[in-house]
């Protein structure tokens, strides 16, 4: 596997060991910093990648920023340059991952804004190893972040204090990931990503006020999902008991991709194997990513 060698800090590309920030900046200090996790996918043309919805990362992105009264806005053409740019310096031979981090470099007190810095990491990212067997997970003790607390709606670096809790406490436990619940017990995420169910056939998944990020890979399996059934999932609330009469069950994002759940709690999902529509979408998101079908151009830009 290629290994990551150059780091891109404000513009310029530095060895990958040499990144360094200042540990009073705020975004050391009060966790000012929003992030995109963003794939480039290996094309079959030699030397050819494709990011993938790339515009709507950098559009939460931007969002991220202005919630958080970080300006100026950093220019979508500006950052899709150096995110080509660090790729390219690489040297990939296989699909990239990037992290794109948005930060208050400045020091002081907690209402400086500014100055801004950002950092574009091109890594390696091997296949998330539960995506063939699929992984159990446990309904968290601790609630997901509400809006009108820490909004999981931006993507900011301090939200995952809140989801690491929870990670860690799954992993304590011996499952392989957490599922979090609001503070009004309705199914919110997992950690890392969002969370879908099939129920007698339908696809079920939680919206946005039950404090979820608005994933891009969710929105993606929502349009495929609709074009391919004709109609669209359900999008709604969940309870904590409906769980356990999922028939499949999915989590899903930009670094997991789908990965199928195959217990919830130690129950099993359906007969605890990945099930045929999880299946199907996984199919469906990799030929959407890579462009197999030619379907939804607008999604990939290739370099
Ligand atoms: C908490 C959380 N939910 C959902 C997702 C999936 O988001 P996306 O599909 O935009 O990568 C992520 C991934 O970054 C995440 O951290």
């Known amino acids: 596997m290629w290994q990551a060698k150059t780091i891109m800090m404000n513009g310029e590309l530095v060895p990958f060991e040499r990144a360094a920030i200042h540990p009073l900046s705020l975004a050391v200090t009060y966790a000012t910093t929003v992030f ?8 079959a043309e030699p030397g050819r990648f494709a990011f993938f919805r790339l515009r709507e990362h950098l559009d939460r992105l931007r969002f991220g920023m202005k919630v958080m009264r970080m300006a100026p806005a950093l220019e979508h053409d500006y950052l899709a340059d150096c995110l080509t740019r660090v790729l390219r310096a690489n040297e990939p031979d ?9 930060y208050i470099e400045g020091q002081g007190l907690m209402a400086t804004t500014g100055p801004i810095g950002f950092t574009a990491a091109a890594m390696p990212r091997e296949r998330p190893r539960f995506a063939e067997t699929g992984m159990t997970l446990g309904v968290s003790s601790w609630s997901r972040l509400s ?18 809790l929870t990670q860690m406490q799954a992993k304590a436990d011996g499952y392989d990931g957490a599922l979090m619940l609001t503070p009004a017990g309705k199914v919110s995420e997992t950690p890392i990503a969002c969370f879908f169910m099939v129920r007698e056939g339908r696809l079920i998944t939680p919206g946005p006020s039950s404090n979820i990020l608005e994933s891009v ?87």
């Open 147 to 164: 809006d009108n607390a820490s909004p999981p709606r931006v993507k900011a670096t301090a939200n995952y204090h809140n989801a690491r």
């Open 94 to 102: 296989d699909d990239v991952y990037i992290r794109l981090l948005v």
């Open 217 to 303: 890979t969710r929105d993606t399996l929502l349009t495929l999902y609709r074009e391919w059934r004709g109609e669209p999932a359900e999008v709604r609330e969940v309870d904590r008991s409906e769980l356990y009469l999922a028939d499949e069950a999915f989590v899903c994002g930009t670094g997991q991709e789908i990965i199928p759940v195959v217990s919830i709690d130690r129950l099993p999902v359906g007969d605890g194997q990945p099930g045929p529509l999880t299946r199907q979408l996984q199919a469906r998101y990799f030929d959407a990513v890579r462009g197999a079908s030619g379907q939804h151009p607008e999604w990939r830009t290739v370099i």
């Open 36 to 43: 995109e996790g963003i794939r480039a996918y290996k094309l």
